[in-house]
């Protein structure tokens, strides 16, 4: 079976992991869960890193930090794993929807035309005229590793009082090659920025994730929070309610071994992103999704456009045909306004979001791909 995406595991994981388990070290103290969190600093040019036990405890530290307030609103795109929508209602907010743009990443026209159009300035912060609620925040996800427009979301965010939360768990390793964040690494920009170093992740630390933030005392304050605000750590005193979400050493050590392979990484993809590009530019009816340009994303994952009209074979159909000759695709994650416990919800405008959901299809994008996997898998698409 040819999968979606594996980790690649080709560097010194073994040894770093072989060490805290001959010296003991393997829970939340460590010396691995330091020097993690300066890598990430030290890769990214982010001023502050807080490691913690996945990207999803990451964004809900990251809401409360931003001041997210019971009964306040959170705007989040539509088309996005449903991870930063449950972190909204873990810190008992509401999330408003947003649809998304050419690239499948929140479209920052409409966010600016909807804090134009549906709400007020007031003094106590954004008000949605709809819901008489204040919106705290917004968080843009950098879909399958390419870049929201971030220059545009910052202005809007600055223009209406918006905390900006990078929902950056996809995308560790892009960044902007010119404009006003030329050489910024996504997640370094907004208020904070959120990582994931889940299983299927550009680098994996099994299950782990690392939020970032410019101002010192917020990332102080996100360590005292994950790690289960000890104000008197010996005593055991406790000035507020923190929570058990702090990375272990083990986790760390491989985090640590897999960031110094992530440049490595990034251009395989790069080079089995060409070979898929080439493969599949002849097939009517398929188009294999672009990058932005300006930007040096990190090539994550490979999301096929299937024009059924041109192709003869709807996305469903394709995915069943894959799988038959064992490779492994998957389509885009349904969207978050149509999910169970958010169709309630308020969304804006949602038209793009509807037909990208109905066209992509991801195929297998592994760091560990061979050439001759990804010729079986053109070969399979062509025939
Ligand atoms: C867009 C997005 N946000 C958040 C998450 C949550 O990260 P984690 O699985 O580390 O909790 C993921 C992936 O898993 C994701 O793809």
């Known amino acids: 079976m040819i999968l979606l995406s594996e980790p690649f595991f080709g560097g010194k994981e073994w040894k770093y992991v072989k060490e ?27 001023a502050n890193a807080v490691a913690c036990m996945n990207g999803t405890s990451g964004l809900q530290i990251a809401l409360l930090l931003a001041g997210v307030k019971p009964g306040d609103e959170v705007i989040v795109p539509t088309l996005t794993f449903i991870a930063p929508v449950n972190a909204i209602r873990y810190v008992q907010a509401e999330p408003v929807f947003m649809d998304c743009d ?45 870049p929201c427009l971030l220059d545009l979301i910052m202005k809007t965010a600055g223009k209406y009082k918006l905390k900006v939360i990078e929902d950056a768990t996809e995308s560790l390793g892009t960044y902007f090659t010119s404009g006003k964040y030329v050489n ?57 309610i923190g929570y058990n979400f702090r990375l272990t050493n083990i986790q760390a050590a491989l ?42 994303p990190n090539y994550w994952f490979y999301s096929l456009l299937v024009d059924k009209k041109a192709f003869g074979l709807d996305r469903e159909q394709l995915m069943k045909k894959l799988q038959e000759k064992k490779i492994q695709a998957r389509p885009i994650w349904y969207l978050n306004h149509w999910q169970k416990p958010y169709r309630h919800n308020q969304s804006y405008k949602i038209e793009k979001a509807c037909w990208y959901w109905e066209r992509v299809l991801n195929i297998p994008c592994s760091t560990g791909l061979k050439p001759q996997e990804i010729q079986s898998v053109i070969t399979a698409i062509t025939r």
């Open 102 to 146: 050419d690239y499948m990443n929140i479209s920052a026209e409409k966010l600016d035309e909807f804090c134009r159009r549906e709400c007020l300035l007031t003094k106590a912060g954004l008000k949605n005229k709809k819901s008489g609620k204040i919106i705290k925040a917004v968080i843009p996800v950098h879909i399958f590793g390419n």
């Open 255 to 296: 985090g640590v071994a897999q960031l110094e392979q992530l440049e490595r990484f990034i251009q395989i993809k790069k080079k089995n992103y060409k070979l898929y590009e080439k493969g599949l530019e002849n097939i009517a009816g398929l188009t294999l999704l672009g990058v932005p340009a300006e930007t040096r």
């Open 20 to 46: 805290c388990i001959d010296t003991a070290w393997v829970s939340t103290a460590g010396k691995y869960v330091e020097r993690f969190e300066r890598d990430i600093c030290a890769y990214t040019g982010a």
């Open 184 to 240: 910024k690494f996504t997640g370094t920009i907004g208020d904070f920025g959120v990582f994931s170093f889940n299983g299927n992740k550009i680098i994996t630390t099994g299950g782990g994730g690392m939020i970032v933030s410019c101002n010192r005392r917020e990332a102080e304050q996100a360590k005292y929070l994950t790690t289960q605000a000890k104000d008197d750590p010996i005593r055991y005193v406790h000035h507020q």
